[in-house]
Nanobody, 115 residues
Framework: DVRLVESGGGLAQAGGSLTLSCVVS????????VGWFRQAPGKEREGISC????????YYADFVKGRFTISSNNAESTVYLHLNNLKPEDTGVYYC????????WGQGTQVTVSS
């Protein structure tokens, strides 16, 4: 079975930082695109960033604006999202995913940013 387990969420103050981790099992990690979405209260899920492991291409949503950085450790089948200069509007549930012929999602980790 494919499993994605996120961790690292929590409470941060505006301007602070958090690092989210997602450990993936049950797939050949290098064959997949891996990335992160988030869903704020009352809003639709939106994409943040992804890595296409096949060619190491990285994509970011425009709203990231250099504040977030994605990275991965292929040997450990883990993808990270480094959140810097956090804002209250970054509050939400953050989900990691992997994608090839199908999508698989983690259960989400809550990030709450206080002003």
């Amino acid at each position: 079975d494919v499993r994605l387990v996120e961790s690292g969420g929590g409470l941060a103050q505006a301007g602070g930082s958090l690092t989210l981790s997602c450990v993936v099992s049950g797939i050949t990690f290098n064959d997949y695109a891996v990335g992160w979405f988030r869903q704020a209260p009352g809003k639709e899920r939106e994409g943040i960033s992804c890595i296409v492991n096949e060619d190491a291409t990285i994509y970011y949503a425009d709203f990231v604006k250099g504040r977030f950085t994605i990275s991965s450790n292929n040997a450990e089948s883990t993808v990270y999202l480094h959140l810097n200069n956090l804002k209250p509007e970054d509050t939400g549930v953050y989900y990691c995913y992997v994608q090839r012929f199908a999508d698989y999602w983690g259960q989400g980790t809550q990030v709450t940013v206080s002003s």
